[in-house]
């Protein structure tokens, strides 16, 4: 109860710190209304007052849609591009609306006046700007544009770029992934924007008295009216100013009201037969093999990579984060260009660095499953799978849709679906353009351990059935030994090993690769001869068999064969050390015990010998390996 009450107190404290502005805010703007008796209404029907309606409707209809024209790129490209300077300009774009709008009037007859810097041209050409029409609307778009570009930034940097990657790697061009992805997304924002920009267009005065005048009929806006009247006629000016206010919270109520409709609907509702007419088929990637060498720089990852995928091979990648895993999609699909290398699928070129071709990523037939997978949230379950469908396509969105279990789910959005359930749609999507290659990028990340764990074999399964090359980029060993065929092994941004999976756990040849699959992993100096001999990885010393080894080695062995015993062992055990343990892991029914052994090293025992032995860090202990059960490869 006493939580209830402060909860209602901390409530209350709000709403009496937040009254003063509130209140003065509205209560000037609510006499202003109450002030206007309805007999003064008809003031509005005024010569003077009709003239500058029109002239005010017509005037911001105008500035809006300049400032639609002429800030949707500069919003965009602020949004999107990085570039030098781009600070300043986004510094600058603030500008007009931080001088007063007198000043902004000054600046714009200084320019466009008949003795400005351009206006002295254009009056020998018999054109005039100054005190007309044409310089309500300047002055108009001058104030006004910054307020549409700031909340249309706001929109386009909102947007996802996964989203528009997607669309792109869909077959979309550059033009149809901003009118399909972008734009129905940023839509509320740039709608916003507009109405903002309209509003201040519509109050706008100072900069229009310095460059425009007051001219009835001419230049005589609303504001420029009350002004007018604010001399003669009291209760003109009070009816006009009402009618503008009216004008203003009329826009701001029908933009609300407008946002919470398009809330519950799709956007941009796609149809089979609409989707695949964006398509562009100019580039047709011949079926075949993937292969790629290719070298970049990204950020802090310098990526070299060799690899080739046949047709119908699931290739695994796996790596720690920041490897380079997922820089490696990226150029494979073509949304990075590397500095040097050649990629091609099939018998097509996609990347030549050394012939200067370069394909880009609409037009390279590469499905792609991207991280947390990239759904487009204005488009429902078959607006999705139906976007990248080609014209002329084998099968239809529904035939997708019924092929990876989404039957029922189809009018669906994309939030609305399970993790299970937005893969599925990803992998439809990605299956539907025809792709001639298809890239999965940690497929399962977004997933709980129990639902990844029936997709897993699912997944190969139909992974097979396709028959397409296939790169799937996981984190998790189990991942790569479930899916693939053959596994690459990235660090810091190099593949230090490749090979099947059967390959891998038999012969891992580096501490992240041992780690990876759970066994105790060395370098070592192999002593020459045959039979059990030595082998020394830093200060401690291995009896192995090997028999045709000797130099520069690998070892290996399974934490299940390191045993553990508080005395000194008796048996004829070839590889004893004395242990301190370092940490105790206790696993579903073993416990993984970290010791040092003058290197470090992993066991794993029972959790009635862990009891036993009285397992702490800082334990005494002595560990014992056979030299049996010792792996040694080159």
């Given at each position: 109860?006493?939580?209830?009450?402060?909860?209602?107190?901390?409530?209350?404290?709000?709403?009496?710190?937040?009254?003063?502005?509130?209140?003065?805010?509205?209560?000037?703007?609510?006499?202003?209304?109450?002030?206007?008796?309805?007999?003064?209404?008809?003031?509005?029907?005024?010569?003077?007052?009709?003239?500058?309606?029109?002239?005010?409707?017509?005037?911001?209809?105008?500035?809006?849609?300049?400032?639609?024209?002429?800030?949707?790129?500069?919003?965009?490209?602020?949004?999107r591009v990085p570039f030098r300077g781009k600070a300043w300009l986004d510094t600058f774009l603030d500008l007009p609306v931080a001088i007063p709008p007198v000043v902004a009037g000054v600046a714009l007859l200084l320019?466009?006046?008949?003795?400005?810097?351009?206006?002295?041209?254009?009056?020998?050409?018999?054109?005039?700007?100054?005190?007309?029409?044409?310089?309500?609307?300047?002055?108009?778009?001058?104030?006004?544009?910054?307020?549409?570009?700031?909340?249309?930034?706001?929109?386009?940097?909102?947007?996802?770029?996964?989203?528009?990657?997607?669309?792109?790697?869909?077959?979309?061009?550059?033009?149809?992934?901003?009118?399909?992805?972008?734009?129905?997304?940023?839509?509320?924002?740039?709608?916003?924007?507009?109405?903002?920009?309209?509003?201040r267009a519509l109050s706008e005065f100072g900069a229009t008295m310095m460059f425009a005048g007051n001219i009835p009929g001419r230049t005589q806006t609303l504001t420029m009216a009350v002004m007018s009247a604010m001399?003669?006629?009291?209760?003109?000016?009070?009816?006009?100013?009402?009618?503008?206010?009216?004008?203003?919270?009329?826009?701001?109520?029908?933009?609300?009201?407008?946002?919470?409709?398009?809330?519950?609907?799709?956007?941009?509702?796609?149809?089979?037969?609409?989707?695949?007419?964006?398509?562009?088929?100019?580039?047709?990637?011949?079926?075949?093999?993937?292969?790629?060498?290719?070298?970049?720089?990204?950020?802090?990852?310098?990526?070299?990579?060799?690899?080739?995928?046949?047709?119908?091979?699931?290739?695994?990648?796996?790596?720690?984060?920041?490897?380079?895993?997922?820089?490696?999609?990226?150029?494979?699909?073509?949304?990075?260009?590397?500095?040097?290398?050649?990629?091609?699928?099939?018998?097509?070129?996609?990347?030549?660095?050394?012939?200067?071709?370069?394909?880009?990523?609409?037009?390279?037939?590469?499905?792609?499953?991207?991280?947390?997978?990239?759904?487009?949230?204005?488009?429902?379950?078959?607006?999705?799978?139906?976007?990248?469908?080609?014209?002329?396509?084998?099968?239809?969105?529904?035939?997708?849709?019924?092929?990876?279990?989404?039957?029922?789910?189809?009018?669906?959005?994309?939030?609305?679906?399970?993790?299970?359930?937005?893969?599925?749609?990803?992998?439809?999507?990605?299956?539907?353009?025809?792709?001639?290659?298809?890239?999965?990028?940690?497929?399962?990340?977004?997933?709980?351990?129990?639902?990844?764990?029936?997709?897993?074999?699912?997944?190969?399964?139909?992974?097979?059935?396709?028959?397409?090359?296939?790169?799937?980029?996981?984190?998790?060993?189990?991942?790569?030994?479930?899916?693939?065929?053959?596994?690459l092994v990235l660090d810091q941004g190099k593949i230090i090993q490749s090979g099947s999976k059967e390959d891998l756990l038999a012969h891992p040849r580096s501490p992240f690769v041992a780690e990876l699959i759970g066994?105790?992993?060395?370098?070592?100096?192999?002593?020459?001869?045959?039979?059990?001999?030595?082998?020394?990885?830093?200060?401690?010393?291995?009896?192995?068999?090997?028999?045709?080894?000797?130099?520069?080695?690998?070892?290996?062995?399974?934490?299940?064969?390191?045993?553990?015993?508080?005395?000194?062992?008796?048996?004829?055990?070839?590889?004893?050390?004395?242990?301190?343990?370092?940490?105790?892991?206790?696993?579903?029914?073993?416990?993984?015990?970290?010791?040092?052994?003058?290197?470090?090293?992993?066991?794993?025992?029972?959790?009635?010998?862990?009891?036993?032995?009285?397992?702490?860090?800082?334990?005494?202990?002595?560990?014992?390996?056979?030299?049996?059960?010792?792996?040694?490869?080159?």
């Amino acid at each position: 109860m006493t939580a209830r009450r402060r909860q209602i107190g901390s409530s209350t404290l709000l709403w009496l710190g937040s009254s003063g502005l509130i209140l003065f805010l509205l209560v000037p703007i609510a006499v202003l209304l109450l002030a206007v008796r309805p007999d003064v209404l008809s003031r509005l029907a005024s010569e003077m007052a009709l003239r500058a309606l029109w002239l005010s409707l017509k005037t911001t209809a105008i500035a809006s849609a300049t400032c639609i024209v002429l800030g949707l790129p500069v919003a965009h490209l602020l949004a999107r591009v990085p570039f030098r300077g781009k600070a300043w300009l986004d510094t600058f774009l603030d500008l007009p609306v931080a001088i007063p709008p007198v000043v902004a009037g000054v600046a714009l007859l200084l320019v466009f006046g008949r003795h400005g810097l351009i206006g002295r041209y254009l009056d020998v050409a018999g054109i005039r700007i100054g005190f007309t029409t044409l310089a309500v609307v300047m002055s108009q778009v001058f104030v006004a544009s910054p307020l549409f570009v700031r909340s249309a930034c706001a929109g386009f940097e909102a947007v996802d770029v996964r989203l528009e990657q997607a669309a792109s790697t869909l077959g979309a061009t550059p033009w149809r992934t901003f009118r399909t992805v972008s734009l129905p997304i940023a839509l509320p924002a740039l709608l916003a924007g507009v109405v903002s920009a309209w509003a201040r267009a519509l109050s706008e005065f100072g900069a229009t008295m310095m460059f425009a005048g007051n001219i009835p009929g001419r230049t005589q806006t609303l504001t420029m009216a009350v002004m007018s009247a604010m001399e003669s006629d009291l209760e003109t000016a009070l009816a006009v100013s009402s009618l503008t206010v009216v004008l203003a919270v009329g826009s701001l109520l029908g933009t609300r009201a407008l946002l919470r409709s398009w809330q519950n609907r799709e956007l941009c509702p796609a149809r089979e037969e609409d989707d695949v007419t964006g398509w562009r088929a100019t580039h047709e990637a011949a079926s075949g093999d993937l292969t790629a060498s290719f070298r970049v720089s990204a950020g802090d990852i310098e990526l070299s990579m060799d690899v080739s995928v046949r047709v119908g091979e699931i290739v695994a990648i796996v790596g720690p984060s920041g490897a380079g895993k997922t820089t490696a999609l990226s150029v494979l699909s073509g949304l990075l260009m590397p500095e040097h290398g050649r990629i091609a699928l099939g018998g097509t070129v996609l990347f030549d660095s050394d012939r200067g071709v370069w394909v880009p990523t609409h037009l390279r037939r590469m499905g792609v499953v991207f991280q947390e997978y990239a759904l487009l949230p204005n488009r429902t379950v078959r607006g999705n799978v139906a976007y990248g469908m080609r014209p002329g396509g084998k099968r239809s969105a529904m035939e997708w849709i019924e092929r990876l279990g989404l039957s029922g789910l189809e009018d669906r959005r994309a939030t609305d679906l399970s993790g299970g359930q937005r893969q599925r749609v990803a992998i439809a999507r990605a299956l539907a353009s025809e792709p001639k290659a298809l890239l999965l990028d940690e497929p399962f990340s977004a997933l709980d351990p129990t639902t990844a764990t029936n997709v897993r074999a699912e997944l190969r399964e139909f992974l097979h059935v396709v028959g397409l090359p296939t790169i799937v980029v996981v984190h998790d060993p189990l991942d790569a030994l479930v899916l693939a065929d053959r596994i690459l092994v990235l660090d810091q941004g190099k593949i230090i090993q490749s090979g099947s999976k059967e390959d891998l756990l038999a012969h891992p040849r580096s501490p992240f690769v041992a780690e990876l699959i759970g066994v105790n992993f060395y370098e070592c100096e192999l002593a020459p001869g045959s039979g059990l001999k030595e082998a020394r990885a830093g200060t401690v010393t291995f009896h192995v068999l090997a028999a045709e080894l000797s130099g520069r080695a690998h070892l290996a062995f399974a934490p299940s064969e390191v045993a553990l015993m508080m005395d000194v062992p008796t048996m004829s055990i070839q590889n004893v050390f004395n242990a301190t343990v370092v940490e105790c892991l206790a696993l579903v029914d073993r416990v993984r015990v970290g010791i040092d052994v003058g290197v470090p090293m992993v066991a794993e025992v029972t959790r009635e010998a862990a009891d036993n032995l009285h397992l702490e860090p800082g334990a005494q202990l002595w560990a014992m390996i056979k030299a049996t059960a010792i792996r040694v490869y080159p």
